[in-house]
């Protein structure tokens, strides 16, 4: 049981495991003679939560920018809910979530607006976004606050709301980057909760994240290093591996083989 008493197991994938929604095949990024993603492989499964970890200037963020479709790869294979990252890039953004710590809403927009607009982005009929956007209200106990500008709001109820927004249009993944920054722990413990839930509804989490006892709550961990994933795998196997006793500690160990600046 970790800490927060989600009351879930991280060793147990979603139903749908074994269907792979992300594939990358030597994924390569280089900027001038710099490679900031150096010829990465890695599969993703339907359900699954994966967590997507390194330090600053590892490679993640932008190895993260070339699976939704915002930077183009300078070489190697990738597909993202089967669509092509050099080809299909449109399409791509149209199956994905994608939540950021630092910008995800409009602040001078109400929180009934924030939903009604990324709805209207994404093409759903006015009925959908209708009776969705009261069912995400009642969820999150937001009906006394629709009509209040965003900005209002305690950073916690920003990101909980944030996320609901993320997954709202019903993607086949959603990509989280550092989404529980900065919130209290029983903040956090309920973002997770809304993660399990997503998951359980065959949404794929792609999660980064600097808290590394959130790392212990996905099915699977990598961990970049200089532009490679130097390692891949559960967290109880990660643990094993690097005799170690905890996902921070295992982090530690890896990051500090790290030979390039930021």
Known sequence: ?????????????????????ISVQDLTKRFGDFTAVDAISFEVNKGEIFGFLGANGA????????????????????TVSGF???????????????M??????????????NIRFYAGIYGKTDA????????????????SEARKLVKSLPLGWKQKLAFSVAVFHEPHIVFLDEPTG????????????????AADSGITIFVTTHYMDEAEYCHRVSIMVDGKIEALDTPSNLKKTHEAKSMDEVFLKLAR????ND
């Not at 800490?3 to 749908?16: A, F, L, M």
């Not at 490679?59 to 990738?78: E, Y």
């Not at 950021?100 to 607006?113: A, C, H, N």
């Not at 083989?257 to 390039?260: N, P, Q």
């Open 128 to 143: 959908f976004i209708k009776e969705k956007t009261e069912k995400v209200l009642n969820e999150l106990h937001l009906q």
């Open 84 to 98: 092509d990252v050099y080809r299909q890039t449109e399409e791509i953004k149209k199956n994905i979530g994608y």
């Open 182 to 197: 900065g919130v209290d722990p029983v903040t956090r413990r309920e973002f997770w909760n809304m993660i399990y839930h």
């Open 257 to 260: 083989k790290a030979t390039r």
């Open 59 to 78: 490679g993640k963020t932008t190895a993260m920018r070339m699976l939704c479709g915002l930077s183009l790869p300078t070489s190697g294979k990738a």
């Open 1 to 21: 049981m970790n800490k927060y008493n989600t009351g879930r197991s991280v060793e147990s994938p979603s139903s749908g495991a074994g269907t792979s929604v």
């Open 100 to 113: 950021s710590q630092k910008f995800s809403l409009y602040e001078d927009l109400t929180v009934k607006e």
